[in-house]
């Protein structure tokens, strides 16, 4: 499955890169298309809040955009991506961070 091999590399640039605003990530050998995380921005106005998401990516990724749950209760918030460039060389920690950059 072409997604398992594309998240193991991401998930080691992940680990490899000191990105302080993924913390505990956790993902499971039987299941490498939900990743659980604790995001904690370290910029305004965000940066003294941290936040469990769980990314929930399809089989089909790179080329459809995996789905981050916040977990609210016994519910999640789901946010959709409505533009997904996944086939670009760039890997998601990267596109993280530019986020988080602003």
Known sequence: MAATRRLQKELG?????????FRNVQVYES?????????????????????????VFPAEYPFKPSH???PVGPRFITL?????SGVSSHHLSRDVEACHKG
């Open 68 to 70: 981050p749950r916040f």
């Open 13 to 21: 640039d992940l680990k490899n890169s000191g990105n302080k605003s």
């Open 80 to 84: 959709t991506l409505t533009e997904w």
């Open 31 to 55: 299941n490498l298309l939900v990743w659980h995380k604790l995001l904690v921005p370290d910029k305004a106005p965000y940066y003294k809040v941290a936040f469990l998401v769980d990314l």
